[in-house]
């Protein structure tokens, strides 16, 4: 079989849900085992989700005289903290909060921020200063790092593509929206094409494209088994989120050598009429997380899970003529799990009198953050993946 013919067929080179590691051991599965090891899921609130109405600094008049007609109530606000407080439909999140399950640190973002979606993505899922642009992910660099020995789905997003910050130099994360599909998919004309070249010599192209058609297959084949294992009692809110959220736990729950998984919510980008939509995300998050906290907790791997939800940006501090709010700067971070130091509040509310051009002054650089999850949560370098120092933050 010709080459050129041969990738013309193989639809593994272009699909977002086949996107797999190179120089792979193909068809053995003897790589480094995770079971009840530390899992890291990172939740991405994609469109710039307004923090100052998800944290509300109740106590600030300031923040009511910007906001006349979005501002929360303060008698709605869920109070946490003498000065500050959450939206009325993060009640599920609140609970967390009361039990010691979620810390949330203000004012995070980085110098000279860019209010462009795709460039500030950019920037926090490759951890790049803000002139610098770099092809490889923060995550992906971890897997380059520390898999010699992996499998794809060492690291798996649950969507049909995958994200920058999954992508390494030499290795990639696992895509899939259903692992039945993916399993399906491989085991039909992937199945038939490995067989074509199966015999080809393990240096050729040919051996290379075997490797991780290879790879992909029996990856396929393990993360739909896992699926198997474990099905959840908990009711999930019947969404995109929601079961996405439910796939990993259910994956977590039935002990997968899985390390990173990565999901996402979208819709944030509120310029206009604010409140109503962003209320509505704001429920499927919390009832989102709030099943997988109580997932995870019904079968003891709340302790070794590690939640981060994060958003490329925040919104200014002022509202627009359009009752919504436009691009800005530096926005809450928040972090669930069960070994958090410091639960509660990590910093102090922002500070609204003291502004960039109408903008949040961060307080928090985000790799400051990566640092602490990179040296203390993943025990890896976090010098050799983020490219510079970054001082942890004491956060687990």
Not at 46 to 72: H, W
Not at 105 to 117: A, E, K, L, W
Not at 169 to 183: G, I, Q, T, V
Not at 221 to 249: I, W
Request: charged share 20%; aromatic share 10%.
């Amino acid at each position: 079989m010709k080459r050129r013919n041969f990738i013309k067929k193989s639809a593994f080179v272009s699909a977002g849900t086949l996107l797999v590691p190179q120089f792979i051991r193909a068809m053995q599965m003897t790589g480094n085992s995770i079971g009840k090891a530390k899992k890291l899921v990172v939740v991405q609130l994609s469109g710039g989700n307004d923090g100052l109405n998800t944290v509300i600094p109740y106590r600030n008049d300031l923040y009511y005289q910007l906001r006349p007609a979005i501002a929360i109530n303060q008698k709605d606000v869920l109070k946490v903290g003498d000065s500050l407080g959450l939206n009325p439909v993060l009640q599920g999140i609140r609970k967390l909060f009361d039990n010691g399950d979620a810390t949330i640190i203000n004012s995070v973002g980085y110098p000279n921020p860019d209010r462009s979606h795709f460039r500030s993505m950019d920037i926090w899922q490759t951890a790049s200063a803000s002139d610098e642009y770099l092809s490889h992910g923060w995550l992906g660099k971890y897997l380059d790092q520390s898999c010699t020995d992996c499998q794809a789905y060492q690291a798996i997003e649950v969507d049909d593509a995958l994200s920058l910050a999954l992508k390494g130099e030499n290795r990639k994360a696992l895509s899939l929206k259903d692992p039945a599909k993916l399993y399906r998919a491989t085991r039909g004309l992937y199945k038939k094409q490995l067989d074509e070249v199966k015999h080809q010599h393990e240096h050729s192209n040919l051996g290379y494209l075997y490797k991780t058609m290879a790879e992909t297959i029996e990856s396929a084949e393990y993360v739909f088994e896992q699926s198997k294992v474990y099905k959840t009692v908990q009711t999930y809110p019947n969404n995109a989120f929601g079961r996405d959220l439910k796939l990993v736990a259910q994956l977590i729950n039935s002990g997968i050598d899985t390390e990173i998984f990565y999901v996402s919510l979208n819709g944030f980008d509120t310029h206009a009429n604010q409140n109503g939509r962003q209320n509505n995300l704001l429920k499927n998050y919390d009832a989102g997380i709030s099943a997988f906290v109580k997932d995870l907790k019904s079968q003891g791997n709340w302790n070794e899970t590690l939640v981060m939800t994060f958003s490329e940006f925040g919104r200014r501090v002022a509202q627009n003529a359009s009752r919504g709010t436009d691009h800005g700067t530096a926005n809450n971070l928040m972090l669930f799990g069960g070994s958090l130091k410091k639960p509660g509040f990590y910093n102090k509310a922002p500070d609204l009198s003291n502004l960039d051009a109408g903008d949040l002054i961060y307080q928090v650089d985000f790799r400051n953050i990566y640092s602490s999850i990179l040296n203390n949560w993943l025990n890896t370098d976090e010098k050799e993946i983020l490219g510079h120092h970054f001082e942890s933050i004491d956060l687990f």
